[in-house]
Nanobody
């Protein structure tokens, strides 16, 4: 059974930093793409960043480029999202996602079969 669990969210002031972690287990192999999505209240879920199966081919949403960094540590079965220079508009629930058939970075949500329950990030002024 595949499990995906996010952690690291919290309350931070604008300009601050957080590092989200996504620990996964049960995947028969981990050479798959992984992604971070977020959903703010009253808005649709959107792609934030994704990384290809070999740890390359990273893609970022335009509004987070230069501030967020995605990385993965296969030895620890963990995906990370380092978030710097946070803004109030980054406030959202952040979700980690992966799937056995996703090999390239994509923000097409239907491509991802396994999702975590999310971690809340709140950025105050």
């Amino acid at each position: 059974q595949v499990q995906v669990v996010e952690s690291g969210g919290g309350l931070v002031q604008a300009g601050g930093s957080l590092r989200l972690a996504c620990t996964y287990s049960g995947l028969p192999y981990d050479e798959v793409a992984m992604a971070w999505f977020r959903q703010a209240p009253g808005k649709e879920r959107e792609g934030v960043s994704c990384i290809g199966r070999n740890g390359d081919g990273m893609v970022y949403k335009d509004s987070v480029k230069g501030r967020f960094t995605i990385s993965r540590d296969p030895a620890k079965n963990t995906l990370y999202l380092q978030m710097d220079s946070l803004k109030p508009e980054d406030t959202a629930t952040y979700y980690c996602a992966t799937g056995l058939r996703v090999i390239s970075c994509t923000f097409q949500q239907h491509e991802y079969k396994y999702w975590g329950k999310g971690t809340q990030v709140t950025v105050s002024l």
